[in-house]
């Protein structure tokens, strides 16, 4: 889960910074960097490689959940509370499975168009009309709080499964938590919201 | 004080259990949740009825033998004590307190608030020691230890194996358990020599007896009466590492 998670959250930081060049606007460098990724000799294996990286994400996850499940058949009468299990770890199996949810509409929207229509795409343009309807934008703000969510706890989880966060580096881990699991997704919702409020340049 | 009590009944493993009501009155404020339960024990017996079966033995907070689960809390809804430790003062006079027993797959119930931890004994069998000649203990500075890794290695020894991280973990993971067994011979040269062996010894034991896997929660170290830190699961997923990739 750790290794696969840090691998994820790895494409998510490059997948920002490559979406940050549609402020540019159209003609920019979104839709170049779309055209140089398209014709890299290796996008297909990585390709592979990162949606490999989502299953198995995914099916270790729903592994853990229903083993976890299975450790308490009885539960106890009285619920007790704890001041350390955060909701987020709890929600952890519905927020990623929300996410999954999330990425294949996202792919039918944007990669399935760009990948297999044929003819060639301006990236930039399909996403600013994407963008120009509200229930879209509203679908990928609730998204990336969600995504938010299960960022908090997992990216910390991954350093403690790991072996890494230990007293020393346990401070450390947990501010770039914070830088993780609240930029990125703010960094990804203030496209929708610019290109809905600020229009199509 | 006087109390109302709703306490687990279960006759054994197959009987599907229930709560019953009882009042303990005339607590002293100094007893011990254990010694209310004596009281209350003696007044069932005199009227010829079956006592309630719960677990106890050094009641001072050292052996890991006892253990309920009290208003929902492990070990009650305080920290870092033993159920033998916890006093009656802590309660309000007139309180309702539910008394449960610990629920996980791997420790079955036997009788009322008793349950089976044997399945840390045997994850403890499958590699929780050192394999050292007998004999007499060396001389204490025959193995010079920097002084840290000493109190690390205390720190991890402090587990009395009660199976509080257990019944409070939400997945109920004996990750904490493991870990502070793990750590305590691995950080000491004597258990240096085999620490390959034994952590992968014990978590497959620890797997095999049913127990959850580790999903960070933390809810461990907050209810361990030792509070023995989840910094130690940090180091037993690393040993666990560098077993399973080889370096000695
Ligand atoms: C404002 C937010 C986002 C925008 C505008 C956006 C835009 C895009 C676009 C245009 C593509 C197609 C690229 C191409 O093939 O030419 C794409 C692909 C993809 N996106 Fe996003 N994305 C966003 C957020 C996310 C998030 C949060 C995730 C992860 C949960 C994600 C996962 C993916 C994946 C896995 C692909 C396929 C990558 C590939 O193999 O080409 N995206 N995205
Ligand atoms: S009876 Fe020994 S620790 Fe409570």
Redesign the interface.
């Given at each position: 889960m750790a290794l696969t998670g840090f691998f994820l959250v790895s494409f998510l930081i490059f997948h920002l910074t490559v979406n940050l060049f549609l402020f540019e606007g159209t003609g920019g460098d979104f839709s170049k960097f779309g055209a140089f990724l398209g014709s890299f000799p290796a996008i297909r294996p990585i390709e592979w490689i990162l949606f490999g990286g989502f299953i198995l994400h995914f099916c270790l996850g729903a592994y853990v959940w229903l083993k976890n499940r299975r450790a308490r058949p009885h539960g106890y009468g009285v619920k007790g509370t704890s001041k350390t299990i955060k909701l987020s770890s709890r929600l952890s199996i519905y927020t990623g499975l929300a996410i999954l949810a999330f990425l294949a509409w996202h792919l039918l929207q944007f990669f399935v168009a760009s990948r297999f229509s044929g003819s060639t795409v301006n990236m930039y343009e399909l996403v600013a009309r994407e963008f120009s309807l509200l229930y879209v934008v509203a679908l990928y703000e609730l998204f990336f709080v969600i995504l938010g969510f299960h960022l908090k706890h997992g990216f910390q989880a991954l350093f403690q499964s790991l072996g890494l966060r230990t007293a020393r580096y346990r401070g450390f881990i947990d501010a770039v938590g914070v830088v993780i699991w609240l930029l990125i997704p703010a960094g990804f919702a203030s496209i929708p919201l610019v290109m809905y409020f600020g229009g199509a340049r | 004080m006087d109390f109302k009590l709703?306490i687990?009944r279960q006759r054994d493993a197959a009987d599907a259990g229930r709560?019953e009501n009882y009042v303990a009155k005339g607590i002293s404020p100094d007893a011990s949740v254990l010694e209310m339960l004596d009281v209350i024990n003696r007044e069932l017996v005199a009227a010829g009825k079956d006592p309630i079966a719960f677990d106890h033995d050094c009641r001072e907070g050292i052996c890991g033998s006892c253990g309920l689960?009290i208003?929902?809390?492990?070990h009650g809804?305080f920290e870092h004590n033993t159920t033998c430790e916890l006093r009656m003062r802590r309660f309000h006079d007139g309180d309702t307190i539910?008394l449960?027993p610990f629920?996980?797959?791997?420790f079955p119930i036997i009788k009322d608030l008793v349950v089976n931890r044997t399945a840390l004994d045997r994850i403890m069998q499958a590699g929780g020691y050192v394999t050292v000649k007998t004999g007499q203990a060396p001389e204490a500075n025959a193995i010079p230890v920097p002084k840290k890794i000493a109190d690390e290695a205390m720190d991890a020894a402090q587990c009395i194996g009660c199976g509080a991280c257990v019944a409070?973990c939400?997945?109920?993971?004996a990750m904490l358990f493991v870990a502070a067994k793990v750590s305590q011979l691995a950080l000491l040269p004597q258990g240096k020599a085999e620490r390959k062996e034994r952590v992968i010894a014990m978590i497959r034991q620890m797997d095999k007896e049913?127990?959850?896997?580790?999903?960070?929660?933390?809810?461990c170290?907050?209810?361990c009466p030792k509070g023995i830190?989840?910094?130690h699961?940090?180091?037993?997923?690393?040993?666990?590492?560098r077993a399973g990739f080889g370096s000695k």
């Open positions: - | 709703k687990w709560f689960v208003n929902g809390g492990v809804p539910v449960e629920r996980s797959r791997a409070t939400p997945n109920g993971s049913g127990f959850g896997a580790c999903s960070n929660t933390y809810a170290e907050a209810k830190s989840v910094e699961i940090a180091r037993l997923n690393r040993e666990y590492l």
